[in-house]
């Protein structure tokens, strides 16, 4: 016969015979570690055949490769180009040129600060003209346009291309 019975201390007893400590749910200590233990496994192995990985990890000469959905860490002074490829971002950050100008404007997007005639893009200044840029995705090119816009060739672009050094 099994009967539960509560100490003046509030602690939940199983009674067989040995006094075993329960919870309020009437599992013994034991079982409920068991049970913790379980559901522990289950996420990592749903983590693990999922593939999804969390946390910065370097990936190739330039880049940090995050977790889709992953909050990445503010840059101060700076910009992060990113590109997307299955469960991951992977990303480059930048930091800002310092104008050469009396008056620097501030873009309406992005952080880093340019002069009239020039766009700031990538950690380089460039003048306003034809496509004569590499772009950051490392696949296409890229023109300097008015107010620090960058408009760019439609290449298919891919995480090794920017992230690794060219041999």
Do not use: W
């Not at 009967?3 to 079982?31: D, H, I, M, R």
């Not at 180009?81 to 008056?103: E, G, M, Q, V």
């Not at 460039?126 to 023109?143: E, P, R, V």
């Amino acid at each position: 016969m099994i009967a539960v019975t509560q100490s003046k201390s509030g602690v939940l007893y199983n009674f067989t015979g040995l006094l075993t400590p329960v919870t309020k749910e009437g599992y013994s200590s034991q079982e409920q570690s068991y049970k913790m233990l379980r559901i522990s496994l289950t996420v990592i192995v749903v983590i693990v055949l999922l593939g999804i990985s969390y946390g910065r990890e370097q990936y190739g000469d330039y880049c940090e490769k995050f977790g889709l959905g992953e909050i990445q860490p503010p840059i101060f002074n700076g910009e992060r180009f990113c590109l997307s490829d299955r469960n991951y971002k992977y990303c480059r950050s930048y930091n800002c040129p310092t104008p050469d100008c009396l008056h620097p404007l501030a873009p309406a997007t992005g952080v880093c600060q340019y002069c009239e005639g020039k766009c700031s893009y990538g950690g380089t200044m460039y003048n306003i003209g034809g496509f004569s840029i590499k772009c950051l995705d490392g696949s296409n090119m890229c023109a300097c346009s008015r107010n620090n816009r960058i408009l760019k060739t439609r290449i298919a672009a891919y995480p090794r291309d920017m992230c690794f050094k060219k041999t």
